[in-house]
């Protein structure tokens, strides 16, 4: 058995330096460690078989074996690690698990004990109906702070068979569960809410306690927001945490309309931002430009305009058109996103406005499907001028050769390229040839090009006359 624990824990060492999640490796290790109920595994007392009955059930050739020195106590290799690096190994684990706190502290009376000590360990509130579980992970937090995440559908009104085939959510469930942590919003870390179900005033029941005014409902230390709602048809405008949560860096928003103070989104790094279909072409734009207009400091940047139907006028207040461009300094990462048959004309009016000197990836996302987008043209002239790019995805209904070659020729230093669609034929890889060899001439070669779900024979042909481009230096293609 002490063989067979040490190999356990060194294959686990092992993949812990390939680079494996800690949850996992740490539940694996959980499921495999097996003392007995009561023992201490740190204190090194072993089992003891010595019942006569037990005595006769062995072999006559297992009765042989010498009996261990009391004096050599042996010790699974794991309960050699000190206290705190074994707390911090667990803190770590809980970051990607919520679960992992309750597996480790089921594992042996040792560890329980080490786990209940450990604010940090229980800080992850995934809300559910549980109610009494998530009280008793308050207690044990204790000053530590809160990540919090309610994930609909918590439940279905009881007696209503109705409900449950039409996936309504249970709004006294949600209201029940965000109340437990409301008192509680000085010392959350995070929020994330995500709701897949449909009934209405679902934002208002779940951020009410956000939406109070005063200091009652101040996020000093909320660092993540993620607020998701596909479905929602409400354009109600929510001012959350009395305008005041200075560390915010990180948000995620779809399906709500929230007002942008600079209080609250001036310091971001990281937007996603899906904009809520209510308004559309330039209103739209105005909207998203005084949003960037306030988080002129983000870094990494994603925009999905979904089309909704019946959206033919704003029914709220749309702010003026900025009278001048918005300047993104900061900006290193922008991903575009359009799952409808065209690209919005908002999106046209946005990069218009805009301007990213410090770009060095850009990422253009569509359906994956053989019809491209009509007004790629629009797009083109609406680029500003990137001079820092350096990595390019383009695919689905972006991959016109009339817009993704010049576009490739207006980006002097791109070292990587990837292009991600079935229908690139002999036509466009032959323009690419040429835009790549004009680029090697410049001074400026592709490095790596990488290609994705295109034809074998495709790629075979392309290769074959990069091979014959003797002026070209080697690119990896991938």
Same mark, same amino acid.
């Given at each position: 058995?002490?063989?067979?624990?040490?190999?356990?824990?060194?294959?686990?060492?092992?993949? /812990?330096?390939?680079?494996?999640?800690?949850?996992?490796?740490?539940?694996? /290790?959980?499921?495999? +460690? /097996?003392?007995?109920?009561?023992?201490?595994?740190?204190?090194?007392?072993?089992?003891?078989?010595?019942?006569?009955?037990?005595?006769?059930?062995?072999?006559?050739?297992?009765?042989?074996?010498?009996?261990?020195? !009391?004096?050599?106590?042996?010790?699974?290799?794991?309960?050699?690690?000190?206290?705190?690096?074994?707390?911090?190994?667990?803190?770590?684990?809980?970051?990607?698990?919520?679960?992992?706190?309750?597996?480790?502290?089921?594992?042996?009376?040792?560890?329980?004990?080490?786990?209940?000590?450990?604010?940090?360990?229980?800080?992850?509130?995934?809300?559910?109906?549980?109610?009494?579980?998530?009280?008793?992970?308050? *207690?044990?937090?204790?000053?530590?702070?809160?990540?919090?995440?309610?994930? $609909?559908?918590?439940?279905?009104?009881?007696?209503?068979?109705?409900?449950?085939?039409?996936?309504?959510?249970?709004?006294?469930?949600?209201?029940?569960?965000?109340?437990?942590?409301?008192?509680?919003?000085?010392?959350?870390? $995070?929020?994330?809410?995500?709701?897949?179900?449909?009934?209405?005033?679902?934002?208002?029941?779940?951020?009410?306690?956000?939406? +109070?005014?005063?200091?009652?409902?101040?996020?000093?230390?909320?660092?993540?927001?993620?607020?998701?709602?596909?479905?929602?048809?409400?354009?109600?405008?929510?001012?959350?945490?009395?305008?005041?949560?200075?560390?915010?860096?990180?948000?995620?928003?779809?399906?709500?309309?929230?007002?942008?103070?600079?209080?609250?989104?001036?310091?971001?790094?990281?937007?996603?931002?899906?904009? *809520?279909?209510?308004?559309?072409?330039?209103?739209?734009?105005?909207?998203?430009?005084?949003?960037?207009?306030?988080?002129?400091?983000?870094?990494?940047?994603?925009? /999905?305009?979904?089309?909704?139907?019946?959206?033919?006028?704003?029914?709220?207040?749309?702010?003026?058109?900025?009278?001048?461009?918005? *300047?993104?300094?900061?900006?290193?990462?922008?991903?575009?996103?359009?799952?409808?048959?065209?690209? !919005?004309?908002?999106?046209?009016?946005?990069?218009?406005?805009?301007?990213? !000197?410090?770009?060095?990836?850009?990422?253009?996302?569509?359906?994956?499907?053989?019809?491209?987008?009509?007004?790629?043209?629009?797009?083109?002239?609406?680029?500003? !001028? =990137?001079?820092?790019?350096?990595?390019? =995805?383009?695919?689905?209904?972006?991959?016109?050769?009339?817009?993704?070659?010049? =576009?490739?020729?207006?980006?002097?230093?791109?070292?990587?390229?990837?292009?991600? $669609?079935?229908?690139?034929?002999?036509?466009?890889?032959?323009?690419?040839?040429?835009?790549?060899?004009?680029?090697?001439?410049?001074?400026?070669?592709?490095?790596?090009?990488?290609?994705?779900?295109?034809?074998?024979?495709?790629?075979?042909?392309?290769?074959?006359?990069?091979?014959?481009?003797?002026? +070209?230096?080697?690119?990896? +293609?991938?």
């Amino acid at each position: 058995m002490s063989l067979m624990l040490g190999a356990v824990f060194f294959e686990h060492s092992r993949r /812990v330096c390939l680079g494996e999640s800690h949850s996992s490796l740490l539940t694996q /290790v959980a499921s495999n +460690m /097996v003392y007995r109920t009561g023992s201490n595994p740190h204190s090194g007392v072993q089992s003891n078989v010595s019942s006569t009955t037990q005595r006769d059930r062995l072999e006559p050739e297992m009765l042989t074996v010498p009996r261990r020195r !009391p004096g050599r106590r042996h010790q699974h290799p794991i309960t050699r690690l000190p206290d705190e690096l074994l707390s911090h190994i667990f803190a770590l684990g809980a970051e990607d698990d919520a679960a992992l706190s309750l597996i480790v502290s089921h594992v042996c009376r040792y560890w329980r004990n080490l786990a209940l000590g450990i604010p940090a360990l229980w800080r992850c509130l995934a809300l559910d109906s549980r109610v009494h579980l998530w009280r008793h992970y308050l *207690h044990l937090a204790k000053a530590s702070t809160l990540d919090i995440e309610l994930v $609909s559908p918590l439940g279905r009104p009881r007696g209503c068979p109705r409900a449950r085939r039409m996936g309504l959510v249970d709004l006294s469930a949600i209201e029940l569960s965000m109340h437990l942590v409301a008192p509680y919003i000085h010392r959350w870390r $995070s929020l994330s809410v995500r709701f897949t179900g449909d009934a209405p005033y679902l934002w208002n029941t779940a951020l009410s306690a956000c939406c +109070m005014q005063g200091k009652i409902s101040y996020a000093p230390l909320l660092r993540e927001l993620y607020l998701v709602h596909p479905t929602n048809d409400d354009y109600k405008e929510f001012v959350l945490f009395g305008g005041f949560a200075p560390r915010l860096r990180r948000v995620t928003v779809h399906g709500i309309r929230l007002a942008w103070l600079p209080s609250l989104f001036q310091d971001l790094t990281y937007l996603d931002y899906t904009h *809520h279909g209510h308004a559309r072409g330039r209103d739209a734009a105005a909207e998203v430009l005084c949003m960037l207009e306030v988080s002129c400091r983000v870094r990494q940047l994603r925009l /999905v305009f979904p089309t909704k139907n019946g959206a033919t006028a704003p029914p709220f207040h749309i702010p003026a058109f900025p009278s001048i461009t918005v *300047h993104l300094a900061c900006l290193t990462s922008l991903e575009l996103c359009v799952d409808e048959p065209d690209v !919005p004309s908002a999106l046209i009016y946005i990069l218009q406005h805009t301007s990213f !000197p410090s770009l060095h990836s850009l990422i253009l996302r569509g359906a994956h499907s053989p019809v491209l987008f009509p007004r790629l043209r629009y797009i083109l002239r609406a680029f500003p !001028p =990137l001079p820092a790019l350096t990595y390019l =995805l383009v695919e689905g209904s972006w991959m016109d050769p009339h817009f993704v070659l010049p =576009l490739l020729r207006s980006l002097p230093t791109i070292r990587h390229l990837t292009l991600c $669609s079935p229908i690139i034929n002999g036509t466009f890889t032959g323009g690419l040839v040429e835009t790549l060899r004009a680029h090697a001439l410049n001074g400026h070669p592709l490095r790596v090009l990488e290609l994705v779900q295109c034809d074998p024979a495709v790629v075979r042909a392309l290769a074959n006359a990069l091979s014959l481009m003797r002026d +070209m230096p080697y690119i990896e +293609m991938v």
